[in-house]
């Protein structure tokens, strides 16, 4: 039987290209940290804090430059001895109402054994043992709530927290919201009192360029990889994928582990654009085999339909072919069709995955319309499409067609 042998040849220090890894340094974000430093002034100087909004795409750094920022916050406001700050860091991505993000704080102030239970009070009940909570530790509280978007449409704690001390239910405590979101919506959904208090000074994060990802990637790679086991190419190429598809250091770091996975695995010297490729393709698949389970079998259907085109090199295409397609692909599995306009919803919401791409084509006379194609390589469609649908033969024919168009 093959044993577990210790492989260190790749990764140094595998860790520092994960999730919970704390970068030393933040790179890139110089403007995005003054702005942040100037929304945190008040509280050096002793002043009721701002809340503050931050926003911006998925893997941006608003979650690793907030903690770096208040890392260096709290040594820096250590020097003056007239002000207590206490920061309070929640992750409400499993919280969804402003009465679980209450508990949660309590419960985060409270000593261990004096929790409450996380039902059965009233909403005001809760954030009345909140506001005694926060007015026992007293100084200045930021209250930092990530992934804020979890909270839903139940957000009167982002305009009651802000207000308590103004309404005379807070009087040691100065707190401050900084509330972290990567839903551009959500600000706009607030109850418009909530708006008014959380959105007082608004950050946004923009996503990475290419060079700012290869930077980021350089200052990790450092750290992360053994001496030597990397080319320039090879960082390169995950920061220009990342960079074109979501500019997103996350995604940049990832392809980067993965490619570094490949490379142990095969006993490969060091990561070479080539592992980059074959970690593109990987993550790929996943983020499809993902999408793929939020949607119906007929959402499936609907994907098929562009999938057979796509194998008969037939894609753009446009909505009226695809229906037709779809069609046919129904009569061959036995079951009953929608009607085109359903199959129409299906399509942008395969689009709003980023699993199909829909192009603007404009006609004049008869008006415009869409024409859709795959925005994912052939092969991790046909992947995903064969986990979800039991239709052996179908999809064996499609294969063959592609095999013939030269498609795979
Ligand atoms: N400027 C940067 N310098 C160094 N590392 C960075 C930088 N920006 C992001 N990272 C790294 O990229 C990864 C994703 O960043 P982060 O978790 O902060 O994203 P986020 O904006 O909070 O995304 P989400 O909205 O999904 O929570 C982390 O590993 C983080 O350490
Ligand atoms: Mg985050």
Request: net charge negative.
């Amino acid at each position: 039987m093959r044993r577990f042998e210790r492989k260190q040849n790749i990764f140094h220090n595998k860790d520092a290209l994960g999730e919970s890894y704390r970068p030393e340094r933040i790179q890139e974000r110089d403007e995005e940290i003054d702005e942040y430093m100037d929304a945190l002034q008040p509280v050096v100087d002793g002043w009721e804090p701002n809340n503050v909004f931050l926003y911006g795409n998925t893997g941006v750094g608003k979650t690793a430059v907030t903690e770096y920022l208040l890392k260096v916050l709290r040594e820096d406001v250590d020097r003056y001895d007239d002000i207590d700050l206490h920061v309070l860091s929640l992750n409400c991505k499993t919280l969804n109402s402003s009465y679980q993000v209450a508990i949660e704080l309590v419960n985060e102030l409270r000593p261990s054994g004096g929790e409450i239970s996380s039902t059965g009070y009233p909403q005001q009940t809760v954030f009345k043992k909140l506001y005694q909570e926060l007015d026992e530790l007293g100084g200045t509280i930021l209250v930092v709530l990530d992934e804020i978007d979890s909270i839903g449409e139940r957000d009167e704690l982002l305009y009651e927290l802000p207000r308590a001390r103004s309404n005379g239910k807070l009087e040691h405590a100065k707190v401050g919201i900084v509330g972290i979101s990567n839903d551009f919506k959500f600000r706009d959904r607030l109850d418009p009192r909530a708006q008014d208090t959380l959105c007082e000074r608004e950050l946004h994060f923009p996503p990475y360029d290419a060079p700012e990802l290869q930077n980021i990637l350089e200052s990790r790679a450092t750290v992360a990889l053994a001496e030597g086991a990397y080319d320039d190419g090879a960082l390169n190429l995950c920061a220009a994928l990342a960079a074109r598809d979501s500019g997103s250091a996350r995604q940049a770091l990832d392809l980067l582990r993965l490619a570094g996975e490949y490379a142990e695995n095969r006993d490969d010297e060091g990561i070479t654009r080539d592992h980059v490729e074959i970690a593109r393709e990987k993550l790929e698949q996943e983020r499809v085999v993902e999408g793929m389970r939020e949607l119906t079998v007929n959402g499936h259907y609907a994907l098929l339909a562009v999938v057979s085109k796509a194998a008969q090199r037939e894609t753009p295409c446009r909505m009226r072919d695809v229906y037709d397609e779809y069609v046919s692909l129904c009569e061959k599995a036995d079951i009953e069709p929608l009607a085109q306009r359903s199959i129409h919803n299906h399509l942008s919401d395969l689009r709003m995955l980023g699993i199909l791409s829909a192009e603007e084509n404009r006609t004049g006379s008869r008006g415009n319309y869409y024409s859709y194609a795959l925005d994912v390589p052939f092969s991790s469609a046909m992947t995903a499409l064969t986990d979800v649908l039991s239709l052996e033969s179908v999809l064996e024919d499609i294969r063959t067609t592609a095999q013939r168009h030269g498609i795979v």
